[in-house]
């Protein structure tokens, strides 16, 4: 796209990457962008809380209304389904304002010639900052201590001011994490600060590391008195960490996930904090979400700290995620070659 005619840019947002926040980001970036917002239900999650047949039959309703005559579509999780695609012929780049764009339909994007983006590391930070608060709560039972007393004024959580129940600190505390990416970098260096043993397992990454690097999965597990899990999930990484993993553990470890939930078999870890074997997790992603009303987790609150998948969501990342995208449609109206493009 290298014409002096004005683009037409559809600015999906939703509740957290919301439509003003693309617009502001890609009018800086285009000059002569004709922008469109148009603000989308939530939740809109794949993996997630499915939206029912309708609703997702209204949302895709409402962007081929909205994409009618537009050349670029910004989106956080705006339905990229090949219903919208074939309704919107004009269409010639999609801009997903998140890590990978789970909600376009790829193989009919590139039947299409319809390019698509999307906005990597957008949340790195958050959700590295989030890991070491969850990692945090969990040893020093911060929730635990809180509920009792911010609901009923009670002071039982003074009980954890004895030996048996009080927690650990990171200091000196080794820690074993499992994927070294840009979430789990940021991690380890951050627990380096605080003076804890990390140690690292990624056998996919090589060069310096903050920490010291382990050469098996099994021989970082039996090391760590914490482990906490920053890999990819593929194949190869679903069920990372189930019951024989968690039998490798010292006594009395605490696990925690920020990454995927499918990574860690969740019925195996709700017989070790059963057992004991493992004293302590805290979890922001799940097999199921949301968490289903049956699962033990909940059955296990003395020992668990749970989210409801909020380690990516901060402010800064709804800013960041919609100027990588707006640099993505500068680069395509400017003709030059796109930075993280798919299609």
Same mark, same amino acid.
């Given at each position: 796209?290298?014409?002096?005619?004005?683009?037409?840019?559809?600015?999906?947002?939703?509740?957290?990457?919301?439509?003003?926040?693309?617009?502001?980001?890609?009018?800086?970036?285009?000059?002569?962008?004709?922008?469109?917002?148009?603000?989308?239900?939530?939740?809109?999650?794949?993996?997630?809380?499915?939206?029912?047949? #309708?609703?997702?039959?209204?949302?895709?309703?409402?962007?081929?209304?909205?994409?009618?005559? &537009?050349?670029?579509?910004?989106?956080?999780?705006?339905?990229?389904?090949?219903?919208?695609?074939?309704?919107? !012929?004009?269409?010639?780049?999609?801009?997903?304002?998140?890590?990978?764009?789970?909600?376009?339909?790829?193989?009919?994007?590139?039947?299409?010639?319809?390019?698509?983006?999307?906005? !990597?590391?957008?949340?790195?930070? &958050?959700?590295?900052?989030?890991?070491?608060?969850?990692?945090?709560? &969990?040893?020093?039972?911060?929730?635990?201590?809180?509920?009792?007393?911010?609901? #009923?004024?009670?002071?039982?959580?003074?009980?954890?001011?004895?030996?048996?129940?009080?927690?650990?600190?990171?200091?000196?505390? !080794?820690?074993?994490?499992?994927?070294?990416?840009?979430?789990?970098? =940021?991690?380890?260096?951050?627990?380096?600060?605080?003076?804890? =043993?990390?140690?690292?397992?990624?056998?996919?990454?090589?060069?310096?590391?903050?920490?010291?690097?382990?050469?098996?999965?099994?021989?970082?597990?039996?090391?760590? #008195?914490?482990?906490?899990?920053? &890999?990819?999930?593929?194949?190869?990484?679903?069920?990372?960490?189930?019951?024989?993993?968690?039998?490798?553990?010292?006594?009395?470890?605490?696990?925690?996930?920020?990454?995927?939930?499918?990574?860690?078999?969740?019925?195996?870890?709700?017989?070790?904090?059963?057992?004991?074997?493992?004293?302590?997790?805290?979890?922001?992603?799940?097999?199921?979400?949301?968490?289903?009303?049956?699962?033990?987790?909940?059955?296990?609150?003395?020992?668990?700290?749970?989210?409801?998948?909020?380690?990516?969501?901060?402010?800064?990342?709804?800013?960041?995620?919609?100027?990588?995208?707006?640099?993505?449609?500068?680069?395509?109206? =400017?003709?030059?070659?796109?930075?993280?493009?798919?299609?």
């Amino acid at each position: 796209m290298t014409s002096g005619n004005s683009v037409r840019v559809v600015a999906a947002g939703d509740h957290f990457v919301l439509p003003s926040l693309i617009t502001r980001a890609v009018r800086h970036e285009v000059e002569r962008a004709d922008v469109e917002e148009l603000e989308l239900g939530w939740p809109l999650e794949p993996f997630g809380p499915v939206a029912e047949v #309708q609703e997702a039959s209204d949302a895709e309703d409402r962007m081929i209304g909205a994409l009618a005559g &537009a050349e670029v579509l910004v989106t956080q999780m705006g339905p990229v389904t090949e219903r919208v695609l074939a309704a919107c !012929p004009d269409l010639k780049l999609v801009v997903v304002c998140r890590g990978g764009p789970v909600n376009v339909n790829l193989d009919a994007a590139k039947n299409r010639d319809v390019r698509v983006c999307f906005a !990597p590391g957008r949340n790195a930070a &958050a959700t590295a900052e989030f890991t070491v608060g969850l990692m945090l709560a &969990a040893l020093r039972r911060i929730p635990q201590a809180h509920a009792p007393l911010a609901g #009923q004024g009670s002071w039982e959580g003074a009980t954890y001011y004895t030996y048996e129940r009080s927690g650990l600190e990171l200091e000196d505390l !080794p820690v074993g994490l499992v994927g070294y990416g840009a979430v789990g970098s =940021r991690v380890a260096r951050v627990l380096c600060a605080f003076g804890a =043993r990390v140690m690292v397992y990624d056998p996919y990454v090589h060069g310096e590391i903050h920490g010291l690097r382990v050469a098996s999965l099994d021989d970082l597990l039996r090391r760590s #008195q914490v482990i906490t899990l920053h &890999a990819r999930l593929t194949p190869e990484t679903r069920g990372l960490i189930g019951a024989r993993e968690l039998g490798l553990l010292p006594s009395g470890a605490v696990v925690v996930n920020v990454a995927r939930g499918p990574l860690l078999d969740e019925g195996a870890l709700c017989d070790a904090l059963e057992s004991g074997r493992v004293s302590a997790a805290a979890l922001d992603t799940y097999e199921r979400e949301p968490l289903p009303v049956e699962s033990r987790l909940l059955g296990l609150a003395e020992r668990v700290v749970l989210t409801p998948h909020l380690g990516g969501a901060s402010r800064a990342v709804a800013e960041k995620a919609a100027r990588i995208a707006a640099e993505e449609v500068g680069r395509w109206v =400017r003709g030059e070659p796109l930075a993280h493009c798919l299609t």
